[in-house]
């Protein structure tokens, strides 16, 4: 016990270093929402002198936080099933079927792995705007998800492949339609994949500025990140301020992502020892 | 490119139709005119998202909701930079809210000429025309009103009483000699003489825009912008003499990276004291003593010094305001909130709660601040005004003013060098 | 449907401005020709974001990757606490950029920020400096906050290939007498070219397209010297509405990237596409 300690202690030594790193501007983060904006030009580091939690019990106090934490939730979601749902199905076509331009097919979504969102900002509000999903969250739902598969597509048509086709052929023997195979073999052994690619989708979303910033113009439907421009706007000034929001607009994406991780984790793990 | 005034024209007249028929097809978001019941409801769009401007603004609008009950006000508030890129989008849809804020200029010349901003200058005229009229002029597009202002200022430096004091520094300075003297006066004090935000661009802009107006002249501005022609030798002495300011260092450490009204940008920087002046609007007081500590009595203001030599005089101004626009087709209700806005019950309520300069004359009894009092009196008695470059001029050429100013801050641009790119991308421009 | 609504459609339009001289009002009318191209070239902002984009590809590849990978097979060992590490390391990803940005704008603060304090109380006060004002140091600065982001996506990716490599086959290397260098470069590392080839892959064309975070931090500045291709684009785009020019951008943005995948799919990605499909038979599509 003792040696394997001293073996590995250069590498906890390496973790401690790095983890020091990542960690030190959250927490920076996280204090300075506790102190006073004079505070913390004076102090900018150290532990607050008095732990005011004005500054964030201000925010939880408002409606406001809340309601643009239910319609990023609502939205994210949304996107989420969608893009993970319709990923799924033509990732498995492009994984176990073999059908004329396939390839160019799979091209052309990997195509749309390139092509930055800005540039089709405005196109793409155009046709929002014709097709009257301005001030809806479909406006933001759909281009997200659209924007999104690619991505997802490609991770999860990998692992479909990865799946030995005899397990496939067994299946089919045992009288499984090519759906049926889909639905009650491949997904549920995929269960680690479609983990990651929903974590993804939901924190893409989440995070998502320009696209809710341009559908919405009624601030009803305002997501988190522009509820935090709005409030840096307001209170540009209030450093502390603005570092208690920051913060609390982190902790739902932190808190999902370490639900999440655990799944993640135990579903990659359970996969291994069962392969 | 034999007329290219008119091949523009052509063009325009052909992206409204597109962009009108663009709105009669999508026929949606006709919230204008509303229910059965006979009210309507207007959207005002503005950018007051601080306070006390934002409760102030609301209870204006509810105000007017209890003169005119058959109206409805939606206001609709944004941040400065998200407004811009939503109503670039919004323009290129061709359809913009019954109200909103406008800065006159450039961009809203291009969305006049699109077609989309109502013609206000017969509907206004009754009551518009006793409206400072310095403070009207951003609005005014080929002699016809776009616009209505609620506020107005200038550009000046704020300057810091006690810093002066300790360098030295006996009277604010009125010469460009006697400026780069102070300067090096309070570097030797062992004082940052200026603050810049350098990250931002536009404050940069400023020191240009009015070194030009003083050895070209505000003519020359104008003139310069219509031939298309920025290489005059009165634009590159502006560009040289900027160069003499830089050479000197005048600026905060890390400057090139400053924002300007965050606790470490350049207002707060003149506010705790940090630096003895900043080159800015007639809001600065307000935002160093938001950003920063604020420098209460130390504050100061004087003019932009006048350049020897130079075709332009100490007494013209350069600034710019704020005003509302309304879009094509707007319901009269719209222009009756403009009345009431520009109102001087309006206008007092507006300069005694949210600092803005009157733009009603009746109301500069409101003023109380001996710092507005003095920028005030020199809007009222200037002989010449510009309005802000970025703002003037098509915005393409705005941007690059203002980009290659910040190059010429950062040293990789020549005086020559400004002039020439300025001048490339306002012949791009068609 | 949605794909091709939502994305190819906008991508097409944008192909189609590139060659108009357009404000962004109506329907392009004013055609150009290659004229956007010819200036694109020539624009000395627009050859510095090409050269800016390779640096950072460069950097990413030599440093960011490498760190992911020692990470992740670091953490791959059973070490106290490698959940807790695996976690903190990915939490900086599923932060927004604009809350990062405004977080390490403060951070590497002139003088005032965290990161000069603390070279400053290590006795190392001599490298503070700048940081995001600085030209020479803006990109350098840039490159440790998107490592701080993104490397625990990387290492997420890595780790989630190390898992698949079955304990068998490392035990075997083990009872060769292979030491831990041999067992990671022959063993461990064949197994994991797949994932790597996919990382290297989003890496690069996240270099190509890097906007969010450089926009809220530096805005491309000071002098331009932050600034990327997608930063220009925008700018044009957005700012100074010369739309078609800002068209003509992204569609080269686009080229780049396409080149890029064409040729990364011919030799580098294709041993992945090969033989990997089953036949299904008799099955519509």
């Not at chain 1, 927490?27 to 008095?50: C, H, I, M, W």
């Not at chain 2, 900043?278 to 935002?287: D, H, N, Y």
């Not at chain 3, 920020?113 to 140091?137: K, Q, T």
């Amino acid at each position: 016990m003792t040696r394997k300690t001293l073996r590995t202690l250069p590498l906890h030594l390496v973790l401690l270093v790095v983890g020091t790193v990542m960690v030190v501007p959250l927490v920076y983060a996280a204090l300075s929402g506790f102190k006073s904006t004079d505070e913390l030009s004076r102090n900018p580091f150290g532990l607050p002198d008095r732990w005011l939690t004005g500054n964030y019990t201000d925010i939880l106090g408002s409606g406001d936080f809340w309601r643009l934490l239910g319609n990023s939730t609502l939205i994210a979601v949304a996107t989420t099933v969608l893009v993970v749902a319709v990923s799924a199905l033509a990732a498995f076509s492009f994984a176990r079927f073999a059908f004329r331009g396939r390839e160019t097919l799979f091209t052309l979504f990997t195509l749309g792995l390139m092509f930055p969102f800005a540039v089709a900002a405005l196109p793409l509000f155009l046709l929002l705007r014709s097709m009257d999903l301005l001030d809806n969250p479909l406006g933001v739902i759909l281009p997200q998800a659209a924007y999104g598969l690619p991505m997802t597509i490609i991770i999860l048509r990998g692992f479909f492949r990865q799946i030995p086709g005899e397990l496939e052929e067994a299946a089919t023997l045992d009288g499984c339609s090519p759906f049926g195979f889909f639905w009650r073999i491949l997904l549920p052994m995929a269960r680690p994949a479609l983990g990651t690619v929903s974590v993804l989708a939901v924190v893409t979303s989440w995070n998502n500025f320009f696209l809710p910033l341009l559908v919405f113009t009624d601030g009803t439907w305002w997501t988190l990140p522009i509820g935090v421009q709005q409030f840096q706007g307001q209170y540009s000034a209030e450093y502390a301020r603005v570092f208690a929001y920051l913060v609390l607009a982190m902790v739902p994406a932190l808190a999902f992502y370490s639900v999440a991780e655990r799944q993640l984790v135990g579903g990659l793990t359970a996969g291994a020892t069962k392969g | 490119m034999g007329d290219p005034a008119l091949s523009r024209r052509g063009f325009l007249a052909v992206s409204a139709a597109a962009g009108l028929g663009m709105t009669a097809l999508s026929g949606c978001g006709g919230d204008s005119d509303g229910g059965s019941s006979g009210t309507t409801t207007i959207e005002w769009w503005n950018i007051s998202t601080t306070q006390p401007t934002k409760d102030v603004w609301a209870g204006l609008a509810k105000k007017f909701e209890a003169q005119n009950p058959k109206v409805k006000i939606k206001i609709v508030q944004l941040e400065n930079d998200a407004y811009k890129s939503k109503m670039t989008a919004l323009t290129a849809s061709g359809k913009l809210p019954d109200i909103f804020h406008t800065w006159g200029g450039g961009v809203l010349k291009q969305q006049v000429d699109a077609g989309l901003v109502e013609d206000l200058t017969d509907s206004t005229k009754a009551w518009a025309d006793g409206l400072l009229p310095v403070a009207k002029q951003p609005y005014l597009i080929d002699d016809k009103t776009y616009g209505i202002p609620f506020d107005i200022g200038m550009i000046g430096f704020w300057y810091n009483k006690a810093l002066f004091k300790q360098a030295g520094v006996s009277a604010p300075p009125t010469t460009w000699s006697g400026f780069l003297d102070a300067v090096r006066r309070l570097k030797s004090a062992g004082v940052t003489p200026l603050a810049l935000a350098g990250k931002e661009k536009w404050p940069g802009m400023y020191y240009w825009a009015y070194l030009a107006m003083r050895t070209a002249g505000v003519d020359a501005l104008r003139k310069a912008a219509d031939d298309k022609d920025f290489t005059g030798a009165g634009f590159v002495q502006a560009g040289g003499h900027l160069k003499e300011l830089v050479d000197l260092q005048p600026f905060q450490k890390g400057f090139l990276g400053a924002a300007y009204s965050t606790p470490t940008g350049q207002a707060a920087t003149v506010g705790n004291g940090k630096a003895a002046m900043e080159l800015m609007g007639q809001w600065a007081p307000v935002v160093e003593a938001d950003a920063g500590k604020g420098l209460g009595a130390d504050l100061g203001f004087f003019p932009f010094p006048a350049v020897e030599g130079g075709q332009g005089s100490i007494t013209e101004v350069f600034g710019g305001g704020g005003g509302h626009a309304l879009r094509k087709g707007a319901p009269q209700a719209a222009v009756d909130f403009l009345k009431f806005f520009a109102s001087q019950a309006t206008d007092q309520e507006l300069v005694k709660k949210t600092g803005v300069l009157p733009v009603v004359p009746a109301a500069e009894s409101s003023l109380t601040d001996p710092n507005l009092t003095a920028v005030q009196a020199q809007l009222k008695a200037a002989t010449g005004f510009q309005l802000y470059l970025d703002q003037a001029y098509a915005p393409a050429v705005g941007q690059e003013i203002n980009d290659s100013v910040a190059a010429l801050i950062a040293g990789s641009k020549s005086p020559e060098q400004v002039t020439q790119s300025v001048t490339k991308t306002a012949k791009e421009e068609q | 449907m949605l794909f091709i609504g939502l994305v190819l459609l906008p991508m097409l339009f944008a192909l189609y401005a590139a060659f108009f001289r357009w404000g962004g009002f109506g329907m392009p009318s004013d055609y150009a020709g290659a004229d956007n191209f010819t200036r694109l070239f020539q624009d000395p902002v627009f050859l510095g974001d090409l050269w800016r984009c390779l640096l950072l590809v460069v950097l990413s590849l030599l440093i960011q990757l490498p760190f992911a990978l020692a990470m992740a097979v670091l953490l791959n060992q059973r070490l106290r606490g490698r959940a807790v590490y695996r976690m903190l390391f990915f939490a900086p990803y599923v932060l927004s950029e604009a809350i990062t940005g405004v977080l390490f704008s403060m951070v590497f603060a002139p003088d005032d920020g965290l990161a000069d304090h603390v070279l400053g109380a290590v006795g190392l006060d001599g490298l503070g400096g700048e940081w995001f004002a600085d030209p020479s140091w803006v990109l350098a600065t840039l490159f440790l906050v998107m490592t701080w982001k993104y490397f625990g996506f990387h290492m997420m990716l890595y780790l989630a290939g190390l898992q698949a490599v079955p304990a068998e086959l490392t035990e075997a290397a083990l009872i060769d007498g292979a030491g831990p260098w041999q067992r990671f470069r022959n063993v461990t590392l064949p197994l994991l070219a797949p994932t790597l080839r996919i990382s290297v892959f989003l890496s690069v064309i996240g270099a190509i397209q890097l906007f969010d975070l450089v926009w809220v931090v530096t805005q491309g500045g000071p002098d331009h010297h932050s600034e990327t291709m997608a930063v220009t684009m925008f700018q044009y785009g957005f700012k100074r509405y010369q739309v078609g020019y800002a068209s003509a951008i992204s569609v080269v943005m686009f080229g780049i990237c396409l080149v890029f995948a064409l040729a990364y799919q011919r030799f580098v990605l294709r041993r992945d596409l090969e033989g990997a499909t089953t036949t299904m038979r008799g099955n519509g599509k």
